[in-house]
């Protein structure tokens, strides 16, 4: 017992919990992730203390949330990438709208707008999951190293498919005589998700990785 609560009590304010965060979630996967564990925990709580509609009904929630998860992970899409030019006006919009959650993981947005703007060397590249726009991919490029510059994706489609696509499954750099890329980044998140893509972390928060040819 611990504040005067008992250990299924506090079995109970856990379950709660875990739903109450699945429902701030941005990512139907993250939802679905933590509102599985909430379920699940619920549902052993309430067949602890009797109540067996309380267990059902949270019994089948983490049934529904396990059946869609993995529909979700085996579903087939429709994964590609698309050329355009920085000024197109879709990008711009796009960008436009989802500049609050860019600006989170690149800081720097307009710098490198204003830096991309004109640039010879402008890789510009729309990323579409089943024909739906999930994000977009600016770099500069020097010679066979591209410096990816911003590689965002909106929180729906951040399950990884769409960078496992582009840094493993494609050969979107290897076609253009690419032989490495290059980030340099300081924030978490995005360290994180490089590390998960094969990126080697390096000083000065660069991140690199080797383009492999066939």
Do not use: C
Not at 63 to 87: C, F, H, P, Q, W
């Amino acid at each position: 017992m611990l504040f005067n609560i008992s250990w299924l009590e506090w079995i109970g304010y856990l379950s709660s919990v875990l739903v109450a965060i699945s429902l701030t979630m941005r990512s139907i996967a993250k939802l679905r992730w933590y509102n599985l564990a909430g379920s699940a925990i619920f549902s052993v709580y309430g067949f602890m203390i009797g109540s067996l509609p309380v267990g059902f009904l949270n019994l089948f929630i983490a049934g529904a949330n396990i059946y869609y998860l993995r529909a979700m992970y085996t579903r087939k899409e429709a994964i590609s990438a698309v050329s355009t030019r920085i000024d197109d006006p879709y990008l711009q919009y796009y960008i436009d709208f989802y500049r609050k959650d860019i600006l989170k993981f690149f800081p720097k947005l307009d710098t490198i707008m204003h830096e991309v703007r004109g640039l010879e060397g402008a890789w510009v590249l729309l990323l579409l999951r089943d024909a739906q726009l999930a994000g977009i991919l600016i770099g500069k490029r020097q010679g066979a190293t591209l410096n990816i510059l911003i590689d965002y994706v909106t929180a729906p489609y951040r399950d990884l498919k769409t960078g496992e696509y582009v840094y493993r499954h494609s050969d979107l750099f290897t076609n253009k005589g690419i032989e490495l890329l290059v980030q340099e980044t300081d924030q978490d998140a995005q360290r994180k998700f490089l590390r998960k893509m094969g990126f080697t972390e390096h000083p000065e928060k660069r991140f690199e990785l080797l383009i492999l040819r066939d």
